[in-house]
């Protein structure tokens, strides 16, 4: 395995994120072409997604990404300080505490699924198309959770290839499932969500198979499959304010779809749409920050503190190899990406102006999500939770209210907040790295 704390950043970053950046190269192709079938159903079928993405689901991200987050910052400072026979203790009680977390998680969402739906609007089809995946879905939470810490793992002690295996094996299933449920079975929307369910379960398997066979320096025993409450609570809080991140970000998510849900299907669907779109973009952003987030966590597990900052500009800089391009793509072919999805045009009309404008501002907002992912990997999981309150819910709520008002904007003032917010969101974030006192958090 690679040592971090010495050689060429930015050919670590890369050896670590290109497995992930492939992997979801796949992954969100696979959630475009289930999209597109989708949207051959309709326009309730796309309203019905774009509601359950921009809600439920996008919780649900936010738990797994917490949890993630919790796990690379622990196990990559193990790893660092090559405290190795304690790795496997540490990572059962992660597994113990994710499959919790999702549980309750899933609970809630089902007692109050309902009047949730109901309160973004989703309304005859939509409802049932919404309920209907979302029951499905939430029957992944256990296999989910092993999946999430089982990525977490690996990827903090240098692996990104086992991962890419997994996904890949979970991309067959998708992809060969996608078009029999939805298409072939006529299941719609539930076709969707048991595509799903089955290729969760399918990389549950995998990675239970991998770390009880024993891989790196994992191999969990039954001697190790017990609680144990001091090494939990650790990580609990890690995971649970870098969950409180994703949260902080979903409330504004949230808020902002009931202000689009007011203008109706259309709206909704432009938004939606876009905003996979933009997801299909932080996919690839994503394994690249949580990449340079592990290298400097391993540096700081053995006290580089110059270079585990550096790491940051090089996360950076790498990330703008992927993000300029694909912005420059949704700029000069919004039209007849739109297209793809849907041929309404007002769909059209909307989603053509946010594409665009999303496109202008990815970049800018890439470089903050890198710096978020370095005090992630630094510990500090509670800054972004302030940084995304201020960004996303104290500027952009407002403005999304305010903006439409203005007759030059009319609704697309909505989309002009959520750019806004996002060109805030990065500003702070380059302040508080200049400032420095992130790099001396102590786990």
Known sequence: MREFHKGNIQSHIIY??????????????????????????GLEALAAISIVMSSIYALNLSVHGGLIN?????????????????????????????AFVFGIFSFVIYIFLGPILAFFGAQGAVLAMSEGYIKIFLLSFL??????????????????????????????????????????????????????????????????????????????????IRIDLKIMSKYAVLAIKSIGQGFTGDIGTIALLKIVSVFGNPMIAAYGIVGKLAYYLF????????????????????????????????????????????????????????????????????????????????????????????FNGAGSTGTPTVVTFISLILIRIPLALLLPAIPAMGKNGVFMAVAISMAVYTAIYIILYNQGSWINKEI
């Not at 969100?28 to 949207?39: D, Q, V």
């Not at 300080?81 to 059962?92: F, G, Q, S, T």
């Not at 999805?341 to 404008?357: A, C, K, W």
């Open 16 to 41: 670590l994120s290109w497995p992930m950046v492939l992997a979801n190269l796949v992954q969100n192709s696979a959630s475009i072409f289930e999209l597109y079938l989708l949207g051959r159903i």
């Open 143 to 224: 296999p989910f959770s092993i999946y999430t810490i089982g990525m977490a793992a690996l990827r903090s002690a240098g692996d990104s290839v086992t991962p890419l295996k997994v996904i890949m094996v979970m991309m067959f299933f998708n992809i060969v499932l996608n078009p029999v449920f939805i298409v072939v079975m006529h299941l719609g929307v539930k076709g969707a969500a048991l595509s799903g369910l089955v290729m969760n379960t399918a990389a549950a398997i995998y990675y239970i198979i991998i770390f009880t066979r024993g891989i790196h320096f994992f191999k969990i025993s039954p001697a190790d």
């Open 283 to 374: 996919m690839f952003g994503w394994p690249i920050g949580n990449s340079g987030g592990l290298i400097l966590g391993q540096n700081l597990g053995m006290k580089i503190k110059e270079r585990a900052k550096q790491t940051v500009l090089e996360t950076i800089k790498v990330f703008g190899y992927i993000s300029v391009p694909v912005s420059i793509c949704f700029i000069v072919f919004a039209k007849p990406i739109l297209q793809l999805f849907s041929n309404d045009p007002v769909v059209l009309q909307y989603g053509i102006y946010y594409l665009r404008l999303m496109g202008l501002v990815l970049p800018f907002f890439g470089v903050g999500l890198n710096i978020q992912s370095a």
């Open 70 to 98: 919790g796990a690379i910052a622990i196990i990559s400072r193990h790893a660092g300080a090559k405290k190795h026979d304690e790795i496997n203790r540490v990572l059962v009680q992660m597994f113990i505490f994710a």
